[in-house]
Structures are given as structure tokens and as C-alpha cells.
T-cell receptor, first 114, second 111 residues
Framework: EPEVTQTPSHQVTQMGQEVILRCVPI?????FYWYRQILGQKVEFLVS????????KSEIFDDQFSVERPDGSNFTLKIRSTKLEDSAMYFC????????????FGDGTRLSIL | GENVEQHPSTLSVQEGDSAVIKCTYS??????FPWYKQELGKGPQLIID?????GEKKDQRIAVTLNKTAKHFSLHITETQPEDSAVYFC??????????FGIGTKLQVIP
């Protein structure tokens, strides 16, 4: 069964540095998402992406964050000037259609900011 | 915006018993309600979902019910097995792609 894959599984970064989290969505999917899960808390929506542009974003997704689909397979989340509170699990998800279609999640990248 | 409440936060059941997890939502425009199972070190995996035009859906040992009037939906797992132990999240989609998750329920099935 096709899977969403994320790399790296664990990223350790010094506070203030930039980090890029990478995702390869399922190949025929058109809608891509990033979520964040702080330890012990709920999964929070960050951003959705379709047709090479952001279609929706939450209040968490401020100017510190950006997303990009640099080629036909990768979908990246960039976090600039990382802060301690950015430490969390970041999940990528994709689906082939919007609105009420199941999203397929990757296994996440654990981001630790020191 | 949408607010999803989920309870209980932890649930322990004996193997073979049933488990019920309940969620409420606030936005009457929400129309799609998936349930995810998250095992340690893994991402959320969809286990069942229900749309607003349906009151109940069943898939083997798992069922979901939806009461749109009361704005609540529930997950029912029957004949629980140790491999059902995980964290379960409910979610509500309120139009387009905006989604709100519940806080999660840690289910422990005791052999």
C-alpha cells in the first residue's frame, strides 16, 4: 500500500537555526498538509497546499513557516529562526481530493530545538 | 472556529470488553468526522470515518455513530484485543480543508 514518507525521523537543531522537514506524499495525491503535535497534546493543523499554493493555514502558521513543492515528489516545511516551542512532532499528510476525504499521514519527524 | 472535545483521556478495558470514546464538536457546518489510531512512534492512521448524512457506520469490530442535532459522535470498539491499545483521535472537518482534532484517548486493553 502506498505510504507518505517523511525524513528525517528525528531532527535536532540549535535555537535560531533554520530547519527543513521533508515529505514525499503518495504519488497520485493532489492535496498536501502539515500538522504539528506537541508532546502530549492534540494534533494541530498547520497548512494545506494544492496546485502549488497554500489553500488554507492556521494561526500557528505565521511568517516563520513556509511550504514548498520543489519538484514533482517532495513537499517541504521550512521553519526559520527556530524557537524552543517549535519542538514537536511534525506530520505530513496527503489525499487525492479535498473536503471530507481521508488523509494519509506519514510517521512524522520529531523536531527537537536545543 | 471549531472546537472538538474528546473524552475520556484514558481508558482501560479488559480484553474482550467494549470501549467507547466520545467527541463533541461546536461548528454545525462540520460534515466529515474521521477517527484515527496512533501507535507509538507512528503517524495517525485512519480507522473509520462518517459523513454528516449518515447516522452510523460499522466496520467489523469498529463502529461510529453521529448525532448531528446534539453535535456528538462516538467510536465503539467491541471484543477488544491487546493490539487495539493505542491513542485514538477524533476529528471534525468544517468545510474545505480545515480540520480540528480532539485531544486523544489513550486506550489500554488488559490481557
Amino acid at each position: 500500500e502506498p505510504e507518505v514518507t517523511q525524513t528525517p525521523s528525528h531532527q535536532v537543531t540549535q535555537m535560531g537555526q533554520e530547519v527543513i522537514l521533508r515529505c514525499v506524499p503518495i504519488s497520485n495525491h493532489l492535496y498536501f498538509y502539515w500538522y504539528r503535535q506537541i508532546l502530549g497534546q492534540k494534533v494541530e493543523f498547520l497548512v494545506s497546499f494544492y496546485n502549488n499554493e497554500i489553500s488554507e493555514k492556521s494561526e500557528i502558521f505565521d511568517d516563520q513557516f513556509s511550504v514548498e513543492r520543489p519538484d514533482g515528489s517532495n513537499f517541504t516545511l521550512k521553519i526559520r529562526s527556530t524557537k524552543l516551542e517549535d519542538s514537536a512532532m511534525y506530520f505530513c499528510a496527503s489525499n487525492w481530493d479535498r473536503e471530507g476525504q481521508p488523509q494519509h499521514f506519514g510517521d512524522g519527524t520529531r523536531l527537537s530545538i536545543l | 472556529g471549531e472546537n472538538v472535545e474528546q473524552h475520556p483521556s484514558t481508558l482501560s478495558v479488559q480484553e474482550g470488553d467494549s470501549a467507547v470514546i466520545k467527541c463533541t464538536y461546536s461548528d454545525s457546518a462540520s460534515n466529515y468526522f474521521p477517527w484515527y489510531k496512533q501507535e507509538l512512534g507512528k503517524g495517525p492512521q485512519l480507522i473509520i470515518d462518517i459523513r454528516s448524512n449518515v447516522g452510523e457506520k460499522k466496520d467489523q469490530r469498529i463502529a461510529v455513530t453521529l448525532n448531528k442535532t446534539a453535535k456528538h459522535f462516538s467510536l465503539h470498539i467491541t471484543e477488544t484485543q491487546p493490539e487495539d491499545s493505542a491513542v485514538y483521535f477524533c476529528a471534525a472537518f468544517g468545510g474545505y480543508q480545515k480540520v480540528t482534532f480532539g485531544i486523544g484517548t489513550k486506550l489500554q486493553v488488559i490481557p
